[in-house]
């Protein structure tokens, strides 16, 4: 069987790394994913060296070398340290899609998957976000996510992932890991519960990604991407068995930002599945104690 080719730009970010961990846990039949990483890194095995992507001769040195692609990822963004809030940061995901449907351009890969985020929508508005609705980021990684959506709107096979919160790559469970057993403190709202979000596990976010790499057909140009049922962050502290305090929390708009997921279940039906906090738990910790 010919194997499906997919190349992977951003493998060493949190979502990347845990991406990689998890394929390599569940290897999928007929598809070879290749790491995209500046420099060589000991924790990917089959990588391309690409230390900037605005030139693309690596791409093109390794696709005449061992073949064309059909799909790329494109997971770039600024250092994990960077200020989400400083402007001039943040619009490097601006030029990093542009760089990367460019050398998919350049290269003959026909599908670019670009990372966008749910932050594009700002705060919530009581019900889910979808696609379609308009967007109100209120911080800069938001704003910068949008115009990079903006950037790209009009290339043929990009479709934009307005990926919601991966766990394990998501601030909460990051910093519950940094924590070395100290309480978390999270807000906690009238109705009892903390902040509301949409989530997706690593393992179950690789299956929709590829998924989303082998529909035959065109996709559509955004994607809201997440389990369909929001989880409050309570829940996911308390499956993982997180020690956590309470600051009691005026009712706002920040509560409850979830996304609509009906669009993508429909494209990739097989792959979306209706998750607990226990499940993308043990998603979650099922990836991290692989290998």
Not at 55 to 74: M, Q, R, S, T
Not at 102 to 112: D, S
């Given at each position: ?111 670019v998957l670009l990372a966008s985020s749910s932050a594009v929508y700002g705060a919530g508005k009581g019900v889910p976000f979808r696609e379609d ?159």
């Amino acid at each position: 069987m010919t194997s499906r080719r997919f190349l992977f730009v951003g493998s060493t970010g949190r979502i990347g790394r845990l991406l990689n961990r998890a394929l390599r846990q569940a290897p999928v039949d007929g598809v070879e994913m290749v790491w995209v990483v500046r420099r060589p890194d000991a924790e990917f095995d089959d990588t391309l060296v690409w230390p900037d992507l605005s030139d693309p001769a690596p791409l093109l040195e390794h696709v005449a070398k061992f073949g064309a692609f059909d799909v790329v990822f494109g997971f770039a963004g600024v250092s994990q340290n960077s200020d989400k809030s400083d402007p001039t940061a943040m619009a490097q995901h601006v030029s990093l899609a542009r760089n990367t449907v460019l050398a998919a351009k350049v290269a003959g890969i026909p599908r670019v998957l670009l990372a966008s985020s749910s932050a594009v929508y700002g705060a919530g508005k009581g019900v889910p976000f979808r696609e379609d609705d308009p967007l109100t980021p209120v911080n800069a990684y938001g704003a910068s996510k949008r115009d990079m959506e903006h950037a790209v709107s009009g290339e043929d096979g990009v479709t934009c992932l307005r990926v919601g919160n991966v766990a394990g790559a998501d601030m909460l469970l990051t910093n519950a890991l940094a924590s070395d057993g100290a309480p978390l403190t999270l807000d906690i709202f009238p109705d009892g519960h903390g902040p509301r979000r949409s989530y997706i596990g690593p393992n179950n976010l690789a299956r929709v990604l590829v998924g989303l790499a082998s529909v035959p057909s065109p996709l559509p140009k955004l994607l809201n991407v997440a389990a369909p049922n929001p989880v409050a962050m309570d829940s996911i502290l308390d499956a993982a068995g997180i020690k956590w305090t309470s600051r009691p929390k005026s009712a706002s708009g920040h509560q409850d930002i979830v996304l609509d997921c009906a669009r993508i279940a429909q494209v990739v039906p097989s792959e979306i599945s209706e998750v607990t906090a226990e499940g993308i738990v043990a998603d979650w910790q099922r990836t991290i104690g692989a290998l």
